[in-house]
């Protein structure tokens, strides 16, 4: 009796185990090949993943320690002002009908001192209903329960940072003053949940009432009603309020940070975009470097008998193979870039926000980065299918230079008629829409892709009469090479003008950002000669009472005036705002070069003379309003109407900016005490000794510090520098990346022709004739590549600065930035010259028997 045979799976006509077979034979024999494309793959899927990651990661680590916090409340009562409400309205807003449970807390920036360090923390006082409420912050309490007797817990990351330990003792700076207190606790996330990664002290609300020096205060209520009264609580808690206290949902705060963090969300997204489809790009150059050897894999599977639904099925077997390999290379890659250059959380949004240092990994962002991979190996490997169209043997073998490489002229015109087309509907796009930006972004790099077969046939064509009046000169032995392997030769010029692009528009973009916001700060920061503020003031919105500082130093002999000045966080609709008041006597009580609507001298009159405010362009737009339109602002005593003296940039807040004068500000939000004092010095006081005399004004109050001018802007400068490092690590990263798979592409590309450089040396070349003219080849492919990358890459630096300015609300004045575009060029083109240098020359020592081995 015959056996029957068992069964095997089959694709497109193939056993699986027949295409297994025939892709271990072409890792065999094409192993350079392969480890090649899968590099490049590898380091297009490290690209997409890391940026994703640092996209993603920016307020998904704060979302889940807010949500870790509200548990089940549905609603809360937020304050309007630093300084909270009366903790009697809160008592109040629980004794409500259908409040089943709720609990206060009263919320304040601070520093902590540890032995190790110092840190920027939001001071958080609460009471035990938070417990009741549910969150992951306090479910699985455990010993972090022992901060209710006193003292205060930190979660681990800042237990870590500044050296704390249980039952020690650290010094907190809030208010103004200096208090020792006790660390009951440090807790890790078994206790506290995602608060275990943020900036933040956790104490009994009345021991944080006392640090802050704010007794009998809340800054916020949470609210969980019983079933179906929640309605009813709202309006109840209106009416209770009075129009002097918001009252919103208990997840409003998550709206608020995505409003916040929005257009430095955008920049990165903008970034982002551009280093996605760069990475794939990269990877299908990468793949590319292998159509010639595929190419004839296909003639001669085809005169063996395979058709073309078999081929079809093999290039795709393989594709996907080779794409899931170093697409999981990439994503470990990519894991390592997120974790090493993504980890800092941004100052500005932790003076704001409980936000954490962790990476936030979405199972999405994988799924994304493998299909990059994927993709680019199939679109890649398809290429070779066109020849089935026709004769595959006649396709191959009937081409100049060597099979399966050549280009022809037709389709580098057309190819170069693209791009053109491309940057042009770009340029009208853009014009018409800035919103269009990250996609004409994106266009730019498959334009400057389309460019590069052009430009190759161009300059190949241009130095061939100039390579033979120069005898004895190697360069016309290299313009040969690279016509004969022109697919090679456009792949790797391709990843040389992805890999400048990059740089210099993402670069360039965030250079204009920095400069921009640099002028900002120094109109802002300089209208003093020092600065009095609270330890760790990043936006100048810690109030602290002034007692006597005040008049102390203005009886100093080096001091000519002293002026208040104040400021805070303020929730408007969907934006927490930042507000700023200034004196009227302040010579620049606003920044004059931010000012996109109104006249500066009378904007300025207006400010002083009170009842009048500037707002800036994001927020007039989503308001339709406009310089003389009246705007109605919340403050604790109630909705004030104002009108608009002007409107400026975001002057550096990405929510966007408020400014007024401290007189209305003391009204209306019924406080007289200041986030910071103005110093001016008299006219022929020493800057140095001026500040050291202010400093021992300020010994007894360990809170304060004083700063010059310049001490304060670069302070400032530093924390804008900070908020961008996710738009300089991806920069970064993006351009790293691509001069690496550029050089490898180069290196391995020549160490593949070691059969070709024999079969020369049978001619008569020496190693050192045959390792200079590689090297031509390498700089004629750089030189592609630069000019290529630097002019479109210019153009996107322009378009991502356009929509920088009009969507984000940034300042981002363009400049060129010569030696930026400088640096950039050297970098891509020094890293590749010296990786490929040393492969070079010992792919030229090859013998010249090798060119007779198969």
């Known amino acids: 009796m015959r056996r029957r045979r068992a069964w095997q799976p089959q694709l497109g006509g193939l056993l699986l185990s027949s295409l297994f077979r025939m892709y271990r034979i072409r890792l065999r024999d094409h192993a350079m090949q392969e480890l090649l494309a899968g590099s490049g793959i590898a380091a297009g899927v490290a690209l997409v ?16 320690a807010i949500t870790a916090v509200n548990g089940s409340a549905q609603l809360q009562l937020a304050a309007r002002s630093p300084d909270g409400f009366s903790e009697k309205l809160a008592v109040q807003a629980t004794n409500l009908p259908g409040v089943e449970r709720s609990a206060f807390l009263l919320r304040v920036n601070a520093v902590i001192v540890g032995r190790r360090g110092r840190q920027s923390i939001q001071l958080v006082g609460v009471t035990p209903g938070l417990v009741r409420l549910g969150g992951s912050a306090t479910r699985d309490f455990g010993a972090g329960s022992a901060i209710l007797t006193g003292g205060i817990g930190l979660p681990s990351d800042v237990g870590e940072q500044i050296g704390a330990e249980p039952n020690g003792s650290v010094r907190l700076l809030a208010s103004g003053d200096t208090h020792r207190v006790l660390v009951r606790a440090v807790l890790n996330s078994g206790a506290i949940g995602a608060l275990a990664n943020s900036r933040v002290a956790v104490a009994l609300l009345a021991n944080a009432q006392a640090l802050a020096e704010l007794p009998g205060r809340v800054t916020q209520v949470l609210i969980h009603t019983q079933s179906g009264t929640e309605s009813r609580v709202r309006e109840e808690l209106r009416r209770l309020a009075g129009g002097r206290v918001d009252v919103e949902p208990a997840d409003n705060e998550l709206t608020l940070l995505d409003a916040t963090a929005q257009p430095t969300n955008q920049s990165t997204t903008l970034f982002a975009g551009i280093s996605v489809i760069i990475g794939c790009l990269l990877a299908f150059n990468a793949m590319l470097l292998t159509v010639p050897e595929r190419r004839q894999l296909v003639a001669e599977l085809h005169l063996q008998g395979y058709d073309a639904r078999q081929l079809r099925t093999m290039l795709a077997f393989e594709a ?64 070779p299918l066109l020849d089935l169209r026709r004769d595959p043997v006649d396709a191959v073998l009937n081409e100049p230079g060597e ?80 016509d004969a392997t ?29 400069k921009g916001l640099d002028a900002n700060f120094a109109q802002y920061i300089g209208t003093t000669d020092l600065w009095v503020t609270t330890s760790g003031n990043n936006l100048t919105i810690n109030s602290f009472a002034v007692k006597s500082t005040a008049q102390q130093i203005a009886r100093l002999p080096v001091v000519a005036s002293v002026r208040p000045y104040q400021g805070q966080l303020l929730d408007i609709g969907t934006r927490r705002m930042w507000l700023i008041a200034r004196a009227p006597s302040s010579p620049d009580i606003m920044p004059t070069g931010q000012i996109l ?86 006219p022929d006081a020493n800057p140095a000794a001026g500040r050291r005399a202010v400093a021992e004004v300020l010994a007894s109050r360990g809170g304060l510090r004083v700063q010059t001018a310049a001490e304060r802007e670069h302070q400032f ?40 450089l024999a079969a020369l040396k049978t001619q008569g070349f020496d190693r050192w ?29 322009a378009l991502a600065d356009r929509w920088l300015r009009s969507t984000t609300g940034f300042p981002a004045p363009f400049s060129v930035g010569e030696l930026d575009l400088i640096i950039t060029l050297g970098l891509v083109a020094g890293i590749s010259l010296m990786v490929i240098a040393l492969p070079g020359y010992r792919a030229a020592a090859v013998p010249a028997q090798a060119s007779f081995q198969e």
């Open 320 to 383: 996907i193979m080779l794409g899931l390999v170093a697409s999981a290379v990439g994503v470990v890659l990519g894991d390592v870039f997120a974790r090493t250059l993504f980890q800092q959380a941004p100052v500005y949004l932790a003076v704001a926000f409980p936000v954490s240092t962790h990476q936030v990994i979405h199972p999405s962002t994988v799924l994304i980065a493998f299909a990059c991979g994927i993709f680019a190996a199939l679109v890649a490997s398809a290429s």
């Open 486 to 514: 022109t697919t090679r030769s456009v792949a790797l010029a391709g990843v040389a003008a992805l890999a400048i692009y990059g740089g210099v528009a993402t670069g360039g973009a965030r250079t204009d950002l920095i």
């Open 717 to 756: 400068d530093e924390n804008a520098r900070n908020g961008l490092s996710s738009l300089a690590d991806i920069s970064t990263l993006l351009l790293i990346t691509a001069a690496l798979a550029l050089a490898l592409a180069l290196g391995t590309a020549i160490w593949q022709r070691r059969q070709r």
């Open 769 to 797: 004739q045959l390792w200079r003219s590689l090297l031509f080849e390498s700089a004629i492919l750089l030189s592609i590549g630069c000019v290529d990358g630097a002019a479109l890459g210019i153009y996107g630096h």
């Open 403 to 482: 099979p399966g490489q050549s280009i022809t002229r037709t389709t580098a015109l057309r190819l170069g008629l693209l791009a053109c087309a491309l940057a042009i509907a770009v340029a009208i796009g853009v014009t018409a829409d800035a919103s269009l930006a990250i996609l004409g972004g994106i266009i730019l790099a498959l334009a400057a892709v389309c460019l590069v077969p052009i430009i190759f046939r161009g300059l190949t064509g241009a130095l061939k009469p100039i390579s033979r009046r120069r005898h004895g000169s190697m360069l016309s032995i290299a313009v040969i090479e690279l």
């Open 49 to 64: 993943f890391g940026v994703l990651v640092a996209n993603t990661s920016l307020t998904g680590s704060a979302r889940q």
């Open 597 to 682: 609507e109104g006249n500066p001298a009378q904007a300025a009159a207006r400010l002083r003379a009170g009842g009048w405010v500037t707002v800036s362009n994001a927020f007039a737009a989503e308001r339709h309003v406009h310089v003389g339109s009246p705007v109605s602002l919340p403050t604790p005593s109630g909705q004030v109407r104002f009108d608009i003296a002007a409107i400026t940039t975001n002057i550096g807040w990405p929510a966007g900016t408020i400014i007024l004068n401290t007189a209305d500000y003391a009204r209306d939000w019924q406080t007289s005490d200041p986030t910071a004092l103005e110093v001016d010095l008299a």
